[in-house]
């Protein structure tokens, strides 16, 4: 079985500083990984995904993110962030194998002041 | 723009009474995905259907909720009775299993759900 960490429950920054949130994972089958972003009032959209081949992938909004196979993580990262990027970001992984369920992780709620 | 399309968007019924929601998966898509988001849960699996077969519930109360998909192009989820604890936003997202993976999940703009 595969599990998700989202190691930050809650990140403020300033507008136009950096950001970087954080997802571990662990499984022991090959993995594809998803960060989803969930604006106020709606449902879970994809940010970006990785399936294979390089492990930094970008997504949309200036987002990026890492697939570091050692250390099971996949973290997300924009170099500089916007006041409408204040959402909940979800990183989620499916194990390979025939286990086809998404597990997600618990959420970091990013919040982007002025 | 293919979507999940989601109804009702909002629901405010009474204790005890039959609720059912419905889902418009994306054409195409095998997979069917039940969820509930509470602020003190977070993001639930109440169900899982692949080629419209339910492979998983495990997640659902069992005696009071039930989840069918009649057709592809439609999915139901049932609670009967409701009670005050449900009171949450359901999410139905659908997608595609390729090999053996499950890939990205499209997700509805959810069923907000408030039992008195």
């Known amino acids: 079985a595969q599990s998700v960490t989202q190691l930050d429950s809650q990140v403020p920054v300033f507008e136009e500083a950096p950001v970087e949130l954080r997802c571990n994972y662990s499984s022991s089958v090959s993995v594809y990984l998803f960060w989803y972003v969930q604006y106020p009032n709606q449902g879970l959209q994809l940010l970006l995904k990785?399936?294979?081949?390089?492990?930094l992938v970008k997504g949309i909004n200036g987002f990026e993110a890492e697939f570091n196979k050692s250390q099971t993580s996949f973290h997300l990262r924009k170099p500089s962030v916007h006041i409408s990027d204040t959402a909940e970001y979800f990183c989620a992984v499916t194990a390979g194998g025939g286990s086809y369920i998404p597990t997600f992780g618990r959420g970091t709620s990013l919040i982007v002041h002025p | 723009d293919a979507r999940v399309t989601q109804t009702p968007r909002h629901k405010v019924t009474e204790m005890g009474q039959e609720v059912t929601m419905r889902c418009q998966p994306i054409l195409g898509h095998n997979t069917v995905f039940w969820y509930r988001q509470t602020m003190m849960q977070g993001l639930e699996l109440l169900a899982y259907?692949?080629?419209?077969?339910?492979?998983?519930d495990s997640g659902m109360p069992k005696d009071r909720f039930s989840a069918e998909m009649p057709d592809a192009t439609l999915a139901t989820l049932k609670i009967q009775p409701s009670e005050p604890r449900d009171s949450a936003v359901y999410f139905c997202?659908?997608?595609?299993?390729?090999?053996?993976?499950?890939?990205?999940?499209?997700f509805g703009p959810g069923t907000r759900l408030l039992v008195l």
């Open positions: 997202a659908s997608g595609l299993v390729r090999g053996q993976f499950q890939e990205t999940q499209y």
């Open positions: 259907f692949r080629n419209r077969a339910p492979l998983d």
């Open positions: 990785y399936l294979s081949g390089s492990t």
